[in-house]
């Protein structure tokens, strides 16, 4: 890319309130305004919200209607259930 395209780019970005910059002598340092858990944070609850209409087991249901799930995988999710709530999720 060009400098320039660089350049507007990032203008942009900092227009859409995604980047922040604080000029140090002659140059521009830019910085995320959200952190990249945040970020990923809304992105999946936009994604919910957008195809599954908020609903996670829905979601859930759709991949195991159309992804094969190895015995794996399936404990692996057993277990990181278990671990968030371990009284069943009371």
Known sequence: WSPKTVQTMLKRLVTKGVLCYEKRSRMFVYSPVFSEEDYLRQKNSSFLDRYYNGKLSAMFSSFLDTE????????SL???L?????????
Do not use: T
């Open 68 to 75: 094969p799930v190895s015995g794996e995988e399936l404990e």
């Open 78 to 80: 057993r277990q990181l």
């Open 82 to 90: 278990n671990d968030r709530f371990p009284e069943g999720g009371n």
